[in-house]
């Protein structure tokens, strides 16, 4: 016998190692179990033919081995057809069915004269002769497989994701090879060949081998690991067969069952460890739908919070404004009472009012939508006229409101003097509301190559572990003695997103519950902005 004859037998132990492992790989995948039923098909058809050449010389021999090649045949374009209804994930299952009937019909034609009959010998083996019946199936074979080609190639085309798209090219490849492979058909119609056509089964076996370990189109370490545990428990075996005499047969037997047992518990071990890693991977993605799912929330909360706020501001406005008005006795003279009513409407769609500019800066800046116009301005300006705006406040409630500035000269500062404004606002309103007596002191230093503004006050203080979560959205500390505050818990989360707007920084210094707080914004001299 010649490496012709052989070459059958090689393509169908390729072709049967292939489609064991990838089945044991995942036998409850059905594209697992598709591929297997075609690689099973197409072991008979290259292990028949290494059969028939061997028996070229007894006729009746030859004819059976033919017809054992076409039970693997004649199911190869339904399993062909079935694997790319999977893969593509086509809702084709009627067809499916449809093709494996067709394959029933032509499986019982082959127990009768009018599918093949008679031999064909040549020069590199023998064939049986076609018939009418095997005509009819070549056909239906060519439709199959081209509607299996198409199905892939479409797959390819519109798929968007690129592994998907080399899964389907690598697939198309290997059942191209195949179809080539049909070849072998030709000498049922007397006409000579050279079996090359059987390489096609190692050529396509290949390609998917690459497949699967550069894309993983099923999984590579399971396969890998099986067909290495294989080739040992084969090698084995053949060392059994081959033994010499009863005592080494022994001996090969029993390391025979200690490697099958070995090569059963490292299959295991892997499949194991594979699918904690799928798992993991099914998390991660969930994961990942969720967390996007999130900022979807997030930006839809945040849209919402910016229309609700420009809607609110303007009524607002006119309240304060008309609020203002009554009580300057633009519409003439009013009650006490009146005054008083009309006082607590004014200051209370004040607070309304800063409570929603508070909401609309949050918005901005996490849709980064936030604008700010640098220009240079003297800062103690600035803190000087913040300061004298709340004089009134502080002596309403009895507190001394002093600033002082450092004699030493501080430069203009580059800056949004209305942001930075904004910050001083909210230091110094916030040391108002929660200082029930002594004094506030708002200093301006320049320390280096910074200006520091402090807001030192004598009020109810922070603890130390509350002192960074004052800074975050929506956080207030609660206590009995800021019951009657009122606040978003926005005003401090904007004003340190201003100062790093401009490069600078806030932050808060206390001794604790009590004790007084330091409320200190940092501002580069030179700002780069």
Not at 50 to 58: A, I, P, R, V
Not at 304 to 321: C, D, E, M, N, Y
Not at 431 to 436: D, H, V
Request: net charge positive; with cysteine.
């Amino acid at each position: 016998m010649d490496i012709i004859s052989f070459l059958p037998l090689i393509s169908a132990i390729f072709v049967f190692l292939i489609g064991i492992a990838i089945l044991l790989a995942n036998y409850r995948s059905s594209i697992n179990l598709t591929f297997f039923l075609f690689s099973l098909a197409v072991f008979l058809w290259f292990l028949g033919t290494f059969f028939l050449f061997q028996n070229c010389g007894d006729k009746a021999a030859a004819i059976f081995w033919d017809k054992f090649i076409y039970f693997g045949v004649i199911f190869i374009p339904a399993t062909l057809f079935h694997f790319s209804v999977i893969f593509t994930k086509n809702h084709k299952q009627k067809y499916v069915i449809l093709n494996y009937l067709i394959s029933f019909i032509f499986l019982g034609f082959l127990f009768t004269p009018y599918f093949v009959n008679d031999l064909f010998i040549y020069e590199y083996g023998c064939h049986t002769v076609a018939n009418f019946g095997h005509n009819l199936f070549l056909i239906y074979f060519g439709i199959v497989l081209l509607m299996s080609h198409l199905s892939i190639y479409k797959s390819y085309k519109k798929s968007k994701d690129l592994n998907l798209k080399k899964e389907a090219r690598l697939i198309f490849v290997a059942f191209l090879a195949l179809t080539i492979g049909s070849l072998a058909f030709l000498p049922a119609y007397k006409i000579t060949i050279f079996p090359s056509p059987y390489l096609a089964g190692i050529i396509s076996v290949i390609v998917l081998a690459y497949g699967i370990g550069k894309y993983q189109l099923f999984n590579v370490k399971v396969i890998a690991t099986e067909l290495l545990i294989f080739i040992i428990w084969l090698a084995s075996l053949v060392k059994i067969l081959l033994a010499k005499n009863s005592t080494e047969r022994i001996f090969e037997g029993s390391l025979f069952i200690f490697v099958i047992i070995f090569g059963i518990l490292i299959i295991r071990s892997v499949l194991n460890e594979v699918k904690r890693k799928e798992e993991m991977e099914k998390l991660s993605r969930k994961l990942a739908a969720a967390n996007a799912r999130l900022k979807e929330l997030d930006k839809l909360k945040s849209d919402f919070v910016s229309i609700a706020s420009h809607q609110l501001r303007s009524p607002l406005t006119v309240i304060k404004g008309y609020g203002s008005m009554i009580l300057e006795g633009s519409f003439g003279e009013i009650s006490k009472d009146v005054k008083n009513a009309v006082d607590k409407i004014y200051q209370s769609s004040e607070r309304l009012i800063s409570f929603v500019n508070d909401l609309l800066d949050a918005s901005r800046i996490e849709r980064g939508k936030m604008e700010y116009n640098f220009e240079k301005a003297d800062i103690f300006e600035i803190v000087s006229s913040v300061v004298e705006e709340f004089q009134l406040a502080a002596k309403k409630k009895g507190l001394i409101l002093e600033l002082e500035k450092e004699i030493i000269q501080i430069p203009p500062l580059k800056l949004d003097a209305n942001k930075i404004r904004q910050i001083i606002l909210n230091f110094i309103d916030n040391a108002i509301k929660y200082t029930p007596r002594g004094n506030i002191n708002v200093n301006v230093l320049k320390i280096g190559e910074r200006v520091e503004i402090k807001v030192k006050d004598t009020g109810l203080g922070i603890d130390k572990k509350d002192q960074e979560k004052i800074f975050d959205q929506f956080m207030r500390i609660n206590g009995k003695d800021t019951a009657g505050s009122i606040g978003a818990g926005l005003g401090l989360y904007v004003a340190r997103q201003i100062a790093r707007a401009h490069g600078g920084e806030v932050f808060v210094e206390s001794e604790g519950q009590g004790r007084g707080s330091t409320f200190i914004l940092k501002l580069p001299i030179e700002n780069k902005k």
